[in-house]
């Protein structure tokens, strides 16, 4: 088994701290997504959307999509959960995973991609009306995430779970696109702080 890695871009390091919090190593091959090694023939036959992470099993098969390749290692190593345990608790993480990663992570991603200048190579065409108003999104998700982070220790309850994981790296990147995290939403900032902490967030 092998992953496809892309150092400290956003989508591998989901994955990566999937995997840490799940203590599991697998064998990891880094792509240089600026030298555009994704774009090359042979790994385009992986992955024809020229993305990282991708997972490949022993048998071949190859498992792209940050959420499709941890919620295959949640089902063969279940423990910890970090995509929920009950009906309800599953379906609520699935749904504070999906803002994190439509609502937050992808304006976060397209504020940086249309509006920082080192970001030309894989954005060649840079609409900076496009990346402002990606980060009034991503400003407005922050603050819908310090109210729920009001009642519950993490996202989705009282759980460390992928919708963590996800909005983490997408605040993490924030830093990245120049987007500022209010100093007011204290509970989202507590939230933050806590997230460092852990172990599986240190970069590699
Ligand atoms: N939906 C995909 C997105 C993957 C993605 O956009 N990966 C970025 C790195 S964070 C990438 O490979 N970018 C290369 C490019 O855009 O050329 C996932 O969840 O894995």
Redesign the pocket.
Known sequence: MKLYD?GK????R?VQIFLKEKGIEIEREQLD?NA?E??SEAFSELNP?????VLELDDGQII????A?CRYFEEVQPEPALMGRTPVGKAMVEMWQRRA?LNLMMPV?FAFRHLHPGAKT?EPLQIGEWGDLNKERAGRTMRIFDEKLADSEFIAGDDFTIADITAFVACQFMKVAKIERPEELVHLNRWFAAVSERPSTAFD
């Open positions: 892309g871009a956003p989508n591998p989901r997504l555009r994704q774009k959307m020229q993305t990282v992470p792209a999509e940050s959420v390749i990663e991603a894989i």
